[in-house]
């Protein structure tokens, strides 16, 4: 058994499947420590599990980026400063996780893998959202625009890489001087060879990932275990109850510029439709004032608990969020808002699972109502829905298990002072 540091940079979405690995982790006996944002440390001790925070304020830095939707040069500016603030914080890891057996992970790994170095400590690298890493199977997660030629995808790489390693790589050769290593030139090539191998929990059901030059296992997302039962509220329950299935709507850690308008966007395609509706306020807090009864207010619900219950699910187009209403089997409604959001509404439209998504930007209440009405008349979309949520139940407990083989095979290998070897990592030249 061996002591290891899992440290993410994200939000609650994100933070989820961290957790579920750190719970497995603990339960085969290992000694765990989950490094997160300071805002999750209630709900992460809450499971037993040793804390420390990896120093970012995620709402705020999230909120820094949300003026920014569609514009992918004043983006890439913001992501800049949002960036420096998040290599800061984790450069402040070392001294909890310099002890560590194994290193895993996640979100934006830039100070971690050189405290890892600095230590000799292996690292395994933790993927959520397949668009990080490069290829030219699609564009940089800054880039709105999906189902370009491959070329283009290549090229529009190799522009923003440049920039990231203008913009980052001094800042990161700082603290790596601070710690006696040498600098680096580019920040991929760096993230990369720091890694022992890396884990993509993207499930291949709904996205078989790109053969990448690298070691990686595909092992699907996880659910955190039901320890701390999270159940949804009796006013919630009594809602659902009281009528035909509704319509959820929430775009989670969103924030807005003008939640004014949204809310009344939200409200006008709630009429339109005369659908019910579950309406998450979300981090833009929208529709507070709302008072109709056909509606339902929410906070933080567990989405795996609410999502079975619903006709159909309106988000942003967060991957934890694709894969808990793809799960629940239910037709989605993707309202890109920033980064990774496009690509995951170009991908379930490829796959006949959404109506085609709308950008954040571009939202009408005639668009948005166009769209909810046909991801809940539309058989095809439906049908689908059905079938990828009956397949994701069924292999629902088998990627964590998968990643935990993983991440116990590089430990054992690292403590006995042998080669690394995986027999199911998969290695490829794209």
Not at 146 to 164: A, C, D, E, M, Y
Not at 169 to 191: A, E, F, S, W
Request: some cysteine.
């Amino acid at each position: 058994m061996g002591k290891i540091a899992i440290t993410v940079v994200g939000t609650h979405g994100e933070v989820r499947p961290l957790l579920a690995l750190a719970i497995e982790l603990q339960n085969a006996g290992h000694e765990v420590i989950l490094c997160a944002p300071p805002n999750e440390k209630a709900w992460i001790t809450g499971y037993g599990l040793n804390f420390c925070s990896s120093g970012c304020d995620i709402n705020g830095l999230i909120g820094n980026l949300n003026g920014y939707m569609g514009h992918p040069v004043r983006l890439l500016k913001a992501v800049k400063k949002t960036l420096h603030d998040i290599i800061g914080g984790q450069f402040e890891l070392e001294n909890s996780i310099k002890g560590m057996d194994l290193i895993v992970g996640s979100g934006e790994p830039f100070a971690v893998p050189s405290i890892a170095e600095k230590y000799g400590i292996p690292f395994v690298f933790l993927n959520l959202v397949t668009q990080f890493m490069p290829s030219s199977n699609y564009p940089p997660t800054v880039i709105p625009w999906q189902n370009l030629p491959k070329w283009v995808n290549k090229l529009l790489w190799n522009i923003v890489n440049s920039f990231i390693n203008l913009s980052l790589v001094g800042i990161i050769n700082k603290q790596r001087d601070n710690l006696g290593l040498k600098p680096i030139k580019d920040l991929y090539d760096h993230i990369i060879g720091s890694f022992k191998t890396c884990i993509i929990a993207v499930n291949e059901v709904l996205d078989k990932v790109p053969d990448y030059s690298f070691d990686y296992i595909q092992t699907g997302l996880w659910h955190v275990p039901e320890i701390i039962e999270e159940e949804l509220e009796p006013g919630l329950i009594e809602f659902l109850e009281s009528g035909p299935p509704p319509v959820y709507i929430g775009f989670g850690s969103m924030t807005d510029s003008n939640p004014k308008e949204t809310s009344r966007i939200i409200e006008e395609t709630i009429n339109t439709l005369g659908v019910r509706a579950i309406i998450s306020k979300g981090w833009a807090e929208l529709c507070t004032n709302v008072d109709r009864k056909n509606t339902y207010m929410i906070g933080y619900v567990p989405h795996y608990k609410l999502f079975p219950k619903v006709a159909a699910v309106v988000h942003h187009g967060g991957a934890g969020t694709v894969y808990t209403a793809a799960w629940a089997g239910v037709p989605q409604v993707l309202i890109p808002h920033m980064l990774d959001h496009y690509y995951q509404g170009a991908l379930l439209y490829k796959k006949h699972l959404i109506p085609k998504a709308v950008s954040r930007s571009q939202l009408t209440s005639k668009k948005l109502a166009s769209a909810i009405k046909e991801a809940m008349s539309n058989k095809v979309i439906i049908d689908n829905s059905a079938r990828i949520g009956k397949e994701l139940r069924q292999i629902d407990q088998e990627g964590i298990k998968k990643a935990v083989k993983t991440i116990e095979e590089v430990l054992q290998n690292t403590l006995a002072g042998g080669i690394y070897e995986i027999s199911d990592t998969q290695s490829a030249m794209e």
